[in-house]
């Protein structure tokens, strides 16, 4: 296929690849047409004029109807990671169906994410599925680009998301013996980097193509990685080879809000090395100009959004920062924060109260306790990292506590004259100790949190 424009079909387009995938499209200046069973879950996005959205389920040949007509190259981002007893089945039906509709319209190429596996060895149920369905669309007679990844590494990825509940929660664990695999972890913007490629790179025929970053690591040493950079302290691995992953699942499901039935199949993949076999696709796609992602420095960039204290997901991100988390990702993703959040009303001006506000923050004249430093009660244990001028103010506590403190002030003007006074006290606890202190502090926090809004917006009225 030739280099330029295309008119490209995204099935899969509201979950964690597809909802990032779009918008890269977009800015490459592709048309976008998105396959979703409930639109309704598009309406919010920001570039939802700039595509177009038709209602489709691949698992309804009549659905499907026009959905393909005048596509270029179909996306194929749908797997149900083993939700139905007879996932595998519907897996290989959608598949067909998606063939089917995709060959009667003429469409030129098909693009699908499958999972990095081992060959010649026994596979898991899901990556088996998986593996199939790329087999499926390989021979429907429409040129094929599989593109098959390991440990996707982003907020937001069921992979990601095992490793950071688990290590974030579980300063000792007893793990499988598969903790000591291979893998070959992925950014999540490289991954976005080869799809979008994928669209009109050169392929000499229909095949599987290995994508992964610069890193091979055990399991175990990407936990561990993941430790470090959250400044969680050092993990301990105890193996006990009798662990099913089935116990496994169950014991995820247990400790960590991921569910069991999705915990199953992630830890179904890891039963076996995920490595790339060859470098064969560099054949066919340059690397990303930068350079693949260091897994390290890919969790980082997962993490970079909470390390600025913030913890409203947006659409902003999707493009520019997708490793970040997105408005659509699911409920169980993304770190664990604490907030405490208080309102008030006042009559006087907002720039007086927001000016009142900078002045606690930076003064150290009010009653800090519990959390200014002792050798100085008159230094505040604030430091303001943004300021936007009569409106928002957000601060980081500089005083060492097992997890990173945020105190954001917002005041807004009402059309009845009156001001708004929100402030939300955020904080990032640092696996167990972190949770424990903010247990243990909460009724002072209370007090305190109280004190300072009554008195902030005293002083200002």
Not at 95 to 109: E, L, M, P
Not at 155 to 165: A, L, T, V, W
Not at 374 to 395: C, D, F, K, M, Y
Request: aromatic share 6%.
């Amino acid at each position: 296929m030739s280099a330029g424009r295309v008119r490209a079909l995204v099935t899969g387009s509201t979950g964690y690849i597809g909802s990032r995938l779009v918008p890269r499209l977009l800015g490459e200046g592709h048309h976008v047409r998105a396959l979703a069973r409930d639109p309704a879950r598009l309406a919010a996005v920001p570039w939802r004029t700039r595509m177009e959205v038709v209602r489709g389920d691949l698992g309804d040949v009549d659905s499907l109807a026009g959905a393909f007509e005048g596509i270029d190259v179909v996306y194929y981002l749908v797997h149900s990671m083993g939700t139905s007893r007879d996932f595998a089945a519907e897996e290989a039906r959608a598949a067909r169906n998606a063939a089917d509709a995709a060959r009667a319209a003429g469409v030129r190429r098909v693009v699908y994410l499958g999972g990095l596996h081992a060959e010649g060895r026994k596979l898991s149920p899901h990556l088996d599925s998986r593996r199939a369905v790329g087999e499926i669309l390989i021979r429907s007679g429409i040129e094929t680009v599989v593109l098959q990844a390991g440990v996707v590494v982003g907020s937001g990825s069921g992979s990601f998301e095992m490793i950071r509940h688990l290590t974030d929660r579980l300063p000792v664990m007893t793990t499988p013996k598969w903790v000591h695999n291979k893998i070959q972890p992925i950014a999540i913007a490289d991954v976005l980097h080869y799809l979008v490629a994928a669209a009109t790179a050169p392929v000499p025929m229909s095949r599987t193509w290995d994508i992964g970053g610069p890193d091979v690591l055990e399991y175990g040493d990407m936990m561990r990685i993941y430790a470090d950079v959250a400044q969680l302290g050092r993990r301990y691995l105890i193996v006990l080879p009798f662990l099913t992953p089935r116990i496994a699942s169950l014991w995820v499901g247990t400790v960590t809000p991921i569910p069991s039935g999705l915990a199953r199949p992630l830890i179904g993949s890891l039963e076996c090395d995920a490595v790339m076999r060859n470098v064969d696709v560099d054949t066919i796609i340059a690397r990303p100009p930068d350079g693949l992602t260091p897994y390290r420095r890919a969790v980082a960039l997962a993490l970079h959004r909470s390390a600025r204290g913030l913890v409203d997901p947006t659409w902003a991100s999707a493009e520019s920062a997708p490793a970040e988390p997105l408005p659509c990702d699911p409920h169980w993703a993304g770190e664990v924060v604490r907030i405490d959040e208080r309102a008030a009303l006042s009559t006087a001006k907002a720039e007086h109260i927001f000016g009142t506000a900078e002045d606690a923050l930076k003064s150290g004249r009010w009653p800090w306790y519990p959390v200014a430093p002792r050798r100085n009660r008159h230094v505040s244990p604030w430091s303001i990292a943004e300021r936007q001028p009569g409106r928002t103010l957000r601060a980081r506590a500089e005083r060492r506590a097992p997890g990173q403190a945020w105190l954001e002030i917002t005041v807004t003007s009402r059309d009845d004259g009156a001001s708004s006074y929100r402030q939300r006290a955020i904080f990032f606890p640092r696996g167990i100790p972190g949770r424990l202190y903010w247990w243990a502090m909460r009724p002072v926090h209370t007090v305190v949190l109280s004190e300072l809004l009554r008195r902030i917006v005293a002083a200002a009225g």
